[in-house]
T-cell receptor, first 115, second 113 residues
Framework: AQSVSQHNHHVILSEAASLELGCNYS??????LFWYVQYPGQHLQLLLK??????LVKGIKGFEAEFIKSKFSFNLRKPSVQWSDTAEYFC????FGEGDDKIIFGKGTRLHILP | DAGVTQSPTHLIKTRGQHVTLRCSPI?????VSWYQQVLGQGPQFIFQ???????GRGNFPDRFSARQFPNYSSELNVNALLLGDSALYLC????????????FGSGTRLTVV
């Protein structure tokens, strides 16, 4: 069965620190990849997505992610975090060719930025 | 522009009862999906509808059903509620399919007592 694994459940960083959140998926075929963010009290928002082409994807608020097909990974990065980045981050994958149109989410990583 | 709207925002039901959750997609979006998010977990796929036809169903019992109306709004129905059905139910819409990513609503918080 397809699955998405996020390595860190809870990350605490100080402002200006660099961020990398790990994400691996299990599916051998073609995929679309997403990172969603949920700020406290708000709904899920799309941070960035990978469709095809350049494996380095840039999203909103200075976030980027790199798709490494050989490693089935799609890690999220930000060079310098801000207090306002405190949120829960979800990696998600949309497998092709499964006959349905589901998006599979990881369990999420809670990011807490210390001011 | 209005985003994805869901109603009600909160709901308390008793075990064995039936519940109907409603979703209005973004104007022009023809695809609607439903997800269940249990505390501490990521959203889990329940259904996807496109142009009023079911395009996918997740691993949920037959107590869960859904439909999409001609105006692309959707309902999620759950029969014979169990305590384990307590969760945040999310509706998401997309222009065609999930390849562009879905826009999510704020969800309906269902508590079964």
């Amino acid at each position: 069965a397809q699955s998405v694994s996020q390595h860190n459940h809870h990350v605490i960083l100080s402002e200006a620190a660099s961020l990398e959140l790990g994400c691996n998926y299990s599916y051998g075929g073609t995929v679309n990849l997403f990172w969603y963010v949920q700020y406290p009290g708000q709904h899920l928002q799309l941070l960035l997505k990978y469709f095809s082409g350049d494996p380095l994807v840039k999203g909103i608020k200075g976030f980027e992610a790199e798709f490494i097909k050989s490693k089935f990974s799609f890690n999220l990065r930000k060079p310098s975090v801000q207090w306002s980045d405190t949120a829960e981050y979800f990696c998600a994958v949309r497998p092709f060719g499964e006959g349905d149109d589901k998006i599979i989410f990881g369990k999420g990583t809670r990011l807490h930025i210390l001011p | 522009d209005a985003g994805v709207t869901q109603s009600p925002t909160h709901l308390i039901k008793t075990r064995g009862q039936h519940v109907t959750l409603r979703c209005s997609p973004i104007s022009g979006h023809k695809s609607v999906s439903w997800y269940q998010q249990v505390l501490g977990q990521g959203p889990q796929f329940i259904f996807q509808y496109y142009e009023k036809e079911e395009r996918g169903r997740g691993n949920f019992p037959d107590r869960f059903s859904a439909r999409q109306f001609p105006n692309y709004s959707s309902e999620l129905n759950v029969n014979a509620l169990l305590l384990g059905d307590s969760a945040l139910y999310l509706c998401a819409s997309s222009p065609w399919d999930g390849s562009y990513g879905y826009t999510f609503g704020s969800g309906t918080r269902l508590t079964v007592v």
